[in-house]
């Protein structure tokens, strides 16, 4: 019997329209300035259910407009040859912890392990990595980018024990006590 690897993959979401956070944010403060209000004086005319609900319609909106881009490990020949070709820069503290030029190496790495982009129904975007992923890059904010940094490392470099939810165990254990 041949064993069959399917290298392992994480998920980065990219919210495409970054002022849709800001609106978020606005809107959720205004909706726990309301709740505090109205636990101070329940006779007060309570907003506090349509400021709920702007919140929920800007979240609804931030999810329509996201892209989740599918990251997958690249084989371990091809991610050591990467590393080769990307020395530590002399000096650069990063590098030397982790051995190689980090940001030379994800600028290669990064579109050479998206496997694919989908929209948040899960159906698949047209995006060719090779071709559009550096154009996306460039237009990001460096924490958005670090997202993807992140991710990449965790399917190249991180480790791969077989996860275990305690928290999940514990529900189903209490479960099965009824």
């Known amino acids: 019997m041949a064993l069959i690897i399917k290298r392992p993959e994480t998920r980065v979401a990219f919210c495409l329209d970054g002022n849709l956070k800001a609106e978020h ?3 959720e403060a205004e909706f726990n300035e309301a709740r505090k209000r109205g636990l ?3 006779r007060l005319n309570d907003p506090t259910k349509k400021l709920a609900k702007k919140v929920s319609d800007i979240e609804d909106a931030m999810k329509a407009s996201t892209a989740e881009f599918v990251i997958r490990g690249m084989k371990r020949a091809d991610w050591n040859g990467l590393v080769a070709e990307h020395a530590p820069r002399e000096g650069n503290a ?3 912890s982790y051995g190689f030029n980090v940001e030379s190496l994800m600028t290669a790495a990064i579109p050479k392990s998206i496997a694919g982009v989908e929209n948040q129904a899960g159906e ?3 995006f060719d990595a090779a071709t559009e992923w550096d154009a996306l890059a460039d237009d ?3 924490s958005q980018y670090e997202d993807f940094i992140l991710a990449t490392l965790r ?3 991180g480790r791969n024990e077989v996860p275990f939810s305690l928290s999940a165990f514990r529900t189903i254990q209490d479960s099965d006590l009824t």
């Open 40 to 42: 101070a004086d329940a």
């Open 155 to 157: 399917v190249n470099k």
């Open 140 to 142: 990001m904010t460096d």
């Open 94 to 96: 990063l590098d030397k």
């Open 124 to 126: 698949p975007l047209d």
């Open 25 to 27: 944010e606005a809107a």
